[in-house]
């Protein structure tokens, strides 16, 4: 996989979330013009996209966008777990207790609680801004 796109309204807060994750930004940029009309199907597409990638892998790249034009879809951020569709991203983390004291003390809250599932991980969700659910997970042993 090369990566996984997500839509957002706020830009700017959806990139301090995934930065405060330990993702740094690869880049940044507009994009508009035909080339992105016909690739993605709408027309008058202007848009801005950052790339961010997790920590030590080539693997773990996230691209946040925000249109200008057309207007996004309004998608329910308040979609529980079990809603069809993409529904929540990844990643490993190396302590989850101190990335969810972290986060929380950035305002985030957990969608359930922190669990260890069986002797293979301990898990969490966690609902980012516009209600963009990340699953944390810390490998055990």
């Not at 080339?35 to 920590?55: K, S, T």
Request: net charge negative; glycine share 12%; proline share 4%.
């Amino acid at each position: 996989m090369d990566h996984v796109g997500i839509v957002v309204n706020d830009l700017p807060a959806a990139t301090k979330f995934f930065k405060d994750l330990g993702l740094t930004v690869m880049g940044e940029t507009p994009v508009e013009g035909s080339w992105v009309d016909r690739v993605i199907g709408l027309e008058g597409v202007r848009a801005d996209i950052v790339m961010l990638q997790g920590p030590g892998s080539d693997a773990t790249t996230l691209e946040l966008s925000t249109f200008q034009s057309p207007a996004s879809v309004d998608g329910s951020g308040a979609a529980p777990a079990n809603a069809r569709g993409l529904r929540h991203v990844s990643f490993l983390v190396d302590d989850i207790d101190a990335a969810v004291a972290g986060l929380r003390a950035r305002g985030t809250e957990l969608v359930g609680e922190v669990l260890q599932y069986e002797h293979a991980y301990k898990l969490c969700y966690v609902r980012g801004p516009e209600g963009i659910i990340v699953e944390l997970a810390e490998q055990l042993g």
